[in-house]
């Protein structure tokens, strides 16, 4: 009994130490990059006719875990963060849609969320939704090349892959292609587009994806401007906390730097320039669940299982 004692109280004292020297390397990084700056470049849509731009724009929950805020920021604390895998939909007048990510599958869940959250839940009707949805879809873009993102292109059919996923070529040259998630062969089925100089690319309109490295190499964010005026910018993983953006607060370096290699000094440069936008523009990270909740209840996007 005093061996496990022991044992358990040099766990405890070896997890103090470990957090207080991750959180000191963290701070560091914040002091570190917090003047540095970069610009977001808008696109001007002049003279468009606003009866062609979307409606609203959705999101469907695919499946729940819980996290601990310090693994989600360097200022999240012990509270535990509902984390949400999301796909969102980006609605036209005509009933077309623009799915932004992939739902993820049962054997996502299975074989990579449990190991992270054994108490994760997937959420079966959010995956039917896609899979439903996918065939009225002008096309299908993804915010990262994460499997989180990714692992739900699988569940449709091909023809439906061939003309409608689009990747920039960064996304589909990236080292982190999650070859178990895309069926052999589908790497040269899926579309490329290039970004031009400022880093847009005007998809559909009053849809333009920005180019945002720093989670990913090809990470990039969906800039929508809705027919009531409103501008919706998907920022996907470079945040996965809404309080941690406006907080300037990066992720942990165990995993920002450890496990997800992300480039920590792009992240700070999107943090202060998504913070710094002058026009007024929605922000919405793709795993904040209690976030998301808000938006919804305050009628900014909508929930799309309902
Ligand atoms: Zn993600």
């Keep these: 009994m005093k061996k496990v004692i022991s044992i358990t109280f040099s766990i405890i004292i070896g997890l103090v130490s470990f957090t207080a020297i991750i959180g000191f390397l963290s701070l560091r990084a914040n002091l570190v990059f917090s003047d540095k700056q970069s610009r977001i470049m808008f696109p001007e849509n002049n003279n468009e006719d606003v009866?062609?731009?979307?409606?609203?724009?959705?999101?469907?929950?695919?499946?729940?875990?819980?996290?601990?805020?310090?693994?989600?920021?360097?200022?999240?604390?012990?509270d535990k963060v509902v984390m949400y895998y999301t796909f969102f939909e980006i609605n036209y007048p005509d009933n077309t849609s623009i799915l932004v990510d992939t739902a993820v599958t049962e054997e996502f869940v299975d074989k990579i969320l449990s190991t992270i959250d054994d108490e994760v839940q997937f959420h079966k009707e959010g995956q039917q939704k896609f899979l439903e949805d996918a065939g009225r879809a002008r096309?299908?873009?993804?915010?990262?090349?994460?499997?989180?993102?990714?692992?739900?292109?699988?569940s449709l059919d091909e023809s439906t892959v061939i003309n409608k996923a689009l990747m920039s070529e960064e996304q589909l040259d990236s080292q982190e292609y999650p070859s178990e998630?895309?069926?052999?062969?589908?790497?040269?089925?899926?579309?490329?587009?290039?970004?031009?100089?400022?880093?847009?690319y005007s998809l559909s309109p009053g849809v333009t994806l920005?180019?945002?490295p720093g989670h990913t190499r090809g990470s990039l964010s969906v800039l929508v401007k809705l027919q009531n005026n409103q501008?919706?910018?998907?920022?996907?993983?470079?945040?996965?906390?809404?309080?941690a953006l406006k907080k300037n607060a990066l992720k942990p370096l165990l995993v920002s730097k450890l496990m997800i290699?992300?480039?920590?000094?792009?992240?700070?440069e999107l943090m202060n320039a998504f913070n710094n936008l002058t026009e007024d523009?929605?922000?919405?990270?793709?795993?904040?669940?209690?976030?998301?909740?808000?938006?919804?209840?305050?009628?900014?996007?909508?929930?799309g299982l309902k």
Excluded: C
């Excluded at 993804?142 to 292109?153: I, P, Q, R, S, Y």
């Excluded at 290699?261 to 700070?268: P, S």
């Design 51 to 78: 009866s062609v731009l979307p409606t609203s724009v959705s999101m469907i929950n695919t499946a729940t875990s819980n996290f601990p805020g310090w693994i989600v920021s360097n200022k999240g604390g012990l």
């Design 139 to 154: 096309y299908i873009i993804f915010t990262h090349e994460h499997n989180d993102h990714l692992a739900g292109l699988k």
């Design 181 to 200: 998630w895309i069926p052999d062969g589908w790497k040269n089925k899926i579309k490329t587009f290039h970004f031009d100089q400022n880093g847009t």
């Design 210 to 212: 920005i180019r945002t």
């Design 231 to 243: 501008t919706i910018f998907l920022i996907g993983d470079t945040t996965w906390s809404y309080d």
């Design 261 to 268: 290699q992300e480039n920590r000094t792009q992240i700070m």
């Design 281 to 303: 523009v929605l922000l919405v990270p793709s795993h904040d669940g209690k976030y998301l909740n808000d938006l919804i209840f305050g009628g900014r996007i909508i929930n």
